[in-house]
């Protein structure tokens, strides 16, 4: 019989430690990943995309995870590639943080979202030491001209796509009124 070990709100974090499992020689799968992917906002209320083992691996599984939570396997990923590039705080220097969106930022993600029907995720961290208790803003990395060009040739061919499809659809199915008909 299978049984749950954790539950994360994403599925690609349910599959970084069903790797981690693998590696570790357990077997495990990840349930409901389809059902969140669908419908992510409602991850929490679905209660998290799974990761299971056999009854018989469930305390290996849970070794490994408070290992994953000792940040065990992290010490190994530095010790293979060096710096991860975490955050340090430029107060103290500590490496220790909790993190929340900038409250402008959050609001205009919510007043965009609410007006288009749609997700928009508020970009950017603030980051707070949990040594010296000073706030920072998360390091920026840029983003280069040509994912921006790629990033903006992708959102036109989507548009024209979309009116293409709508001027068709108005041809062939007529007009019902919910969207101008072109
Ligand atoms: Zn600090």
Not at 126 to 154: D, N, W
Not at 167 to 172: D, E, G, L
Request: aromatic share 10%.
């Amino acid at each position: 019989m299978l049984v749950t070990v954790s539950a994360f709100r994403e599925p690609y974090e349910a599959h970084l430690f069903r790797g981690r499992l693998e590696a570790e020689g357990i077997f495990a799968v990840v349930s409901h990943e389809m059902h969140v992917a669908n419908k992510w906002v409602l991850s929490n209320a679905l209660g998290g995309v799974k990761v299971q083992v056999s009854t018989d691996e469930i305390e290996l599984a849970r070794e490994v995870e408070r290992a994953c939570c000792r940040g065990e396997y992290r010490e190994m990923l530095r010790q293979e590639l060096g710096d991860l590039d975490d955050p340090v705080c430029p107060y103290c220097g500590g490496t220790e943080y909790r993190k929340r969106r900038p409250f402008l930022r959050a609001v205009v993600a919510i007043l965009l979202s609410r007006l288009a029907y749609s997700v928009f995720p508020p970009t950017g961290w603030i980051l707070r030491c949990e040594r010296c208790f000073k706030e920072y803003r998360a390091p920026h990395r840029p983003v280069s001209v040509a994912k921006l060009v790629l990033a903006g040739t992708a959102m036109v061919a989507v548009v024209i796509g979309l009116l293409t499809l709508q001027v068709w659809f108005n041809k062939v199915f007529g007009c019902y009124g919910q969207f101008p008909c072109l």
